[in-house]
């Protein structure tokens, strides 16, 4: 069987546009004052990196994530697309090491997919990468190939950044080690070098990638998990964006991301992301957590 490649919003961009609909927060619900809860699942207690009580980035602290049944489904358009979802996600912090003036925490994201269309045969695609967050009393930037960045889980395949700007904001703007009440927006302008997949070798046309990621917080919603009850903080994360080519032919022009491109994000102090819900109509919920 050929291999089958992921498209992921990073990669996503290369295709034509299609519009997706996806379940918006008005502007009344994010205002909702929030209610804190103590949870009923495990926390942590250590301090983690950067103060940032809201993923806590202890090293050694783990977070094993399963795909369970969404409540929206994927519009027909997008069906082609779709992505094989994996089955588990298991994130670990490696390493926590100072960096000059910031903090340099490095994360393995171990993912595993059956790609078979047969429920009787099993191909599994497993897949180990190697992200990083770098962090300081300002700002919390998430590797664009982790799973924190945007809840796409696996990366992208024959394509490497070998330069990201972030002219405006942070991924996560944090208060007090949390997530505030205001919006923000983080944009990003970042090079691409691109090969073939399939170990082809063959090379492909490199080019710049940029997106606005506006995030709002929504009202906190009670979850029940495998592992404990928890009272979450919802983030919503709206994404425009466009690639453009370095060498493009005469006809070609910049290439937009999907419209409507949101997905949610569920976080619980002390504990991490616990839940999240992309575009694909993927969803992603904690299962397992060991923290410090």
């Known amino acids: ?25 008005t502007a009344s619900e994010a205002q909702k004052k929030k209610v804190e809860m103590p949870p009923a699942g495990p926390v942590g207690k250590a301090a983690g990196a950067c103060g940032a009580r809201i993923l806590p980035l202890v090293e050694g602290n783990k977070w094993t994530y399963g795909f369970v049944a969404a409540p929206i489904s994927p519009p027909p358009e997008l069906q082609k697309l779709m992505p094989s979802e994996p089955n588990q996600i298991i ?32 191909i599994l695609d497993e897949r180990t990468l190697t992200t990083t967050i770098t962090c300081n009393r300002t700002k919390f930037e998430i590797s664009p190939d982790s799973f924190f960045f945007s809840g796409e889980p696996g990366g992208t395949f024959g394509l490497t950044f070998d330069k990201v700007d972030r002219p405006k ?8 080690g949390g997530i505030g009440e205001g919006d923000w927006r983080e944009d990003i302008i970042a090079h691409f070098t691109r090969t073939g997949i399939n170990g082809s070798g063959a090379k492909l046309d490199s ?22 009850l928890y009272t979450a903080e919802r983030l919503v994360v709206t994404t425009t964006g466009r690639v453009t080519l370095d060498h493009p032919q005469p006809e070609t022009k910049a290439m937009e991301l999907p419209a409507n491109w949101i997905n949610q994000l569920w976080l619980v102090p002390n504990v991490g992301v616990v839940q999240v819900l992309n575009s694909f109509a993927h969803m992603y919920q904690l299962t397992e957590v060991q923290l410090k």
């Not at 291999?3 to 927060?25: K, T």
């Not at 490095?106 to 993912?111: G, H, I, S």
């Open 91 to 122: 994130i670990t912090v490696k390493s926590v090491e100072p960096k000059g003036l910031d903090t340099l925490v490095t994360l393995e994201e171990k993912t595993v997919a059956d790609l078979s269309k047969d429920p009787k045969k099993h």
């Open 169 to 176: 904001d942070t991924s996560w703007k944090l208060i007090n």
């Open 207 to 228: 080019g710049k990638l940029e997106l606005e990621r506006k995030f709002t917080p929504a009202q906190p919603e009670r979850l029940n998990t495998k592992i404990g």
């Open 1 to 25: 069987m050929p291999y089958e490649p992921r498209v992921r919003i990073l990669s996503a961009a290369f295709l034509p546009l299609i519009l997706v609909s996806v379940i918006r927060p």
